[in-house]
């Protein structure tokens, strides 16, 4: 189990380290993400929309948007010269790949959203918040994101070895993050109109959809990664 | 005898689909508060339930795919995949019809709606995976998808459900008591959308073989 | 302590199409199994099944009696792609794979990328390497891990005089200690080393010629 947990961490490190080598790939998806969020937020005001309303889904509609970028990249990298092959022979578990990668996916996503709430507060100008409002996004964001890097490095795995994946993948992705869409903005939105009470349940289906998503691409991962 | 099982299949429904109508148009009573345009509510609901019966045949087909590896899962997966979403595009269809002098909207995030609306992309999805080519990758990520998706379906729907019963709902479903010959007519429609989801699923499965054994043809003639 | 592989009527079927049928053959420590035959007879598919990457449709693959898959952890895959990270160095990608198999320290690594002449550029990004050197560097990779078993799939590709010497020793080198098969369509370019042919046509295995020199 610990060799087991060795290899995953020195995969997840390997996968933070070619992400962090290609700067311009993180920068452009940093930039995307951004603009999706300043682009959005203007829109609703130009709509004449209270955007503070609207903020929730901004938020998510940019995560979800500018995950397509980076999700992308996860297997394509393994998919370039074949080191794939290389790797599972290492690694010896097509699993142990799949919670690597879903970790290294989690942290990029949540290294995003460090950028985009922060832009976003600002953007709609969030008057106070409380610790508990705090710790409701982080958790939120959190949540959503673990769901959404599982559903994604899936999807990713099966696309990347598909000629049109980078058609395929938004359109196969997108259905399945309903329940996160649903989940993520209402509780972006009990963050900021301070109310916590409703919410536990919510978390509680997030974390349900993260496990189920979890477990069941690990398993299926053998078919996915063979041939 | 499957040919003419087939045969036999075709005439019962040659007699069940005009049988069906008049008993939807002169058999059923005209319910008196929607008046005419209840009649829909037949054909919505049995083009519903053709939907979600196609997908739980994906879904058990991709399990025995991915058990067996056998071409006539992933066939009849696809089949089913297909109809299915012609039937959900048709519920899509006839729901706002019926919601718009019902409701007096078109489209509502009732829990239904967003369930089946989601469900007509994750069709979509499914077939435009398979559609690049018949490749045993694409069969076998097909299936997968054909799994992942189906546990989607419930976490989407209790979302919906919840999130309605948090916030308050704007318009509450209409309530209507089904009376003794308007349940009769949903039965006999539910029975013959049945037959003939399992025609269609039978002509299309053949003809995907057919298409199949063609190209391997074609390609042991270059 | 020589170890035994064993491939037993292996067959591989893809949908209605058949890639490999009943190939069979038996290899132990100090074999160099070469396997011949055009392209697309399927030789690369029964090597990516004696990895483990592949499923066999029917028969079995065993590895001292015993049936393996991926988890055997004691195999050198070196192929005509580098199967390397582009982004990473030359060091990072050796230390990672070597890491990956336990058996990683400073020393080792630099030992093999001295032997393959790659030490001085030890700090280049692969992508910016030559083919050659990308192909170096895969020897590399396949070597860190002191395999038992060594697959290669069209090795010399891309390798330019030098780089075919250093691998022709190697494989010599490694002939002793382990079990190799070897994938080519050209048999001329194992001058000198004793090995055995296996030749695939169509899937099917036309010949097993005896050792020759």
Same mark, same amino acid.
């Given at each position: 189990m610990t060799e087991y947990g060795r290899k995953i961490w020195l995969l997840y490190l390997k996968d933070l380290r070619t992400e962090l080598s290609t700067q311009d790939n993180l920068l452009s998806t940093f930039v995307f993400g951004i603009m999706l969020v300043v682009i959005f937020s203007f829109a609703f005001q130009l709509a004449d929309v209270p955007v503070d309303r609207a903020l929730a889904a901004v938020l998510w509609i940019s995560v979800f948007f500018t995950s397509t970028l980076s999700l992308q990249r996860s297997f394509a990298i393994e998919q370039k010269n074949d080191a794939l092959s290389a790797l599972l022979?290492?690694?010896?578990?097509?699993?142990?790949?799949?919670?690597?990668?879903?970790?290294?996916?989690?942290?990029?996503?949540? =290294?995003?959203?460090? +950028?985009?709430?922060?832009?976003?507060?600002?953007? +709609?100008?969030?008057?106070?918040?409380?610790?508990?409002?705090?710790?409701?996004? +982080?958790?939120?964001?959190?949540?959503?994101?673990?769901? =959404?890097?599982?559903?994604?490095?899936?999807?990713?795995?099966?696309?990347?070895?598909?000629?049109?994946?980078?058609?395929?993948?938004? +359109?196969?992705?997108?259905?399945?993050l309903i329940p996160i869409l649903i989940g993520g903005v209402l509780c972006v939105s009990a963050a900021l109109n301070y109310s916590t009470g409703s919410v536990k349940g919510w978390l509680y289906l997030l974390l349900c959809f993260d496990l189920i998503y979890t477990v069941v691409p690990f398993v299926l991962f053998d078919l996915i990664l063979e041939g | 005898m499957l040919e003419k099982l087939k045969r036999l299949h075709f005439w019962v429904l040659c007699f069940l689909m005009p049988a069906n109508l008049y008993l939807i148009f002169f058999y059923a009573p005209v319910e008196r508060t929607m008046g005419v345009v209840q009649k829909v509510f037949y054909v919505h609901v049995a083009c519903a339930w053709i939907g979600m019966l196609a997908f739980v045949v994906v879904f058990a087909a991709s399990i025995r795919y991915l058990l067996k590896g056998d071409e006539v899962s992933s066939r009849l997966a696809l089949a089913s995949a297909e109809i299915g979403t012609v039937f959900i595009s048709c519920v899509l269809l006839t729901g706002p019809l019926w919601a718009k002098p019902v409701w007096n909207t078109w489209w509502t995030w009732d829990p239904r709606l967003t369930t089946t609306v989601v469900m007509w992309f994750m069709y979509l999805a499914y077939i435009i995976l398979q559609s690049g080519g018949r490749s045993e990758n694409r069969r076998r990520y097909a299936a997968v998808y054909g799994i992942v998706a189906f546990i989607n379906v419930p976490l989407v729907f209790f979302s919906a459900r919840w999130w309605r019963s948090i916030h308050p709902v704007v318009i509450t479903a209409v309530e209507f008591g089904l009376s003794g010959p308007m349940k009769t007519t949903l039965f006999c429609t539910l029975a013959t959308f049945s037959l003939i989801y399992c025609y269609f699923l039978v002509l299309r499965y053949r003809s995907l073989t057919l298409a199949e054994q063609i190209n391997q043809l074609k390609g042991a003639g270059q | 302590m020589g170890d035994i592989l064993a491939v037993e009527n292996v067959?591989?079927? *893809?949908?209605?199409? *058949?890639?490999?049928?009943? *190939?069979?053959?038996?290899?132990?420590?100090?074999?160099? *199994?070469?396997?011949?035959?055009?392209?697309?007879?399927?030789?690369?598919?029964?090597?990516?099944?004696?990895?483990?990457?592949?499923?066999?449709?029917?028969?079995?693959?065993?590895?001292?009696?015993?049936?393996?898959?991926?988890?055997?952890?004691?195999?050198?895959y070196?192929?005509?792609?580098?199967?390397?990270?582009?982004?990473?160095?030359?060091?990072?990608?050796?230390?990672?794979?070597a890491k990956l198999y336990n058996c990683y320290s400073p020393q080792s690594v630099q030992e093999i990328l001295t032997r393959v002449g790659l030490w001085l550029a030890r700090y280049e990004p692969a992508a910016v390497l030559s083919r050659g050197m990308q192909q170096r560097l895969a020897i590399a990779r396949t070597l860190v891990s002191t395999p038992r078993l060594i697959l290669y799939d069209e090795p010399f590709t891309g390798l330019d005089r030098e780089g075919r010497e250093l691998l022709l020793g190697l494989l010599a080198e490694n002939q002793p200690r382990t079990v190799q098969v070897l994938v080519t369509h050209d048999l001329t370019l194992l001058d000198g080393l004793k090995c055995r042919e296996i030749k695939i046509e169509g899937g099917k295995m036309v010949e097993e010629g005896v050792a020759s020199d």
């Open positions: 022979l290492a690694v010896g578990d097509r699993g142990a790949v799949f919670l690597a990668k879903m970790l290294s996916n989690l942290t990029s996503l949540l =290294l995003l959203e460090l +950028i985009l709430v922060p832009l976003a507060w600002v953007l +709609i100008n969030v008057q106070s918040a409380g610790p508990t409002q705090f710790g409701l996004l +982080i958790g939120v964001l959190f949540l959503g994101s673990w769901g =959404l890097a599982a559903v994604g490095t899936l999807i990713n795995g099966m696309t990347v070895q598909l000629a049109n994946a980078r058609l395929l993948f938004p +359109i196969l992705l997108f259905p399945l | - | 067959s591989k079927q *893809i949908q209605e199409k *058949i890639i490999l049928g009943n *190939i069979s053959f038996t290899a132990v420590t100090g074999d160099l *199994i070469a396997i011949t035959g055009p392209n697309g007879a399927g030789k690369t598919t029964l090597l990516r099944m004696i990895a483990g990457l592949m499923t066999v449709t029917a028969g079995r693959i065993l590895w001292n009696q015993e049936q393996y898959g991926l988890e055997h952890g004691r195999i050198g070196l192929s005509h792609q580098p199967m390397l990270y582009d982004s990473l160095s030359v060091l990072e990608n050796l230390s990672f794979f």
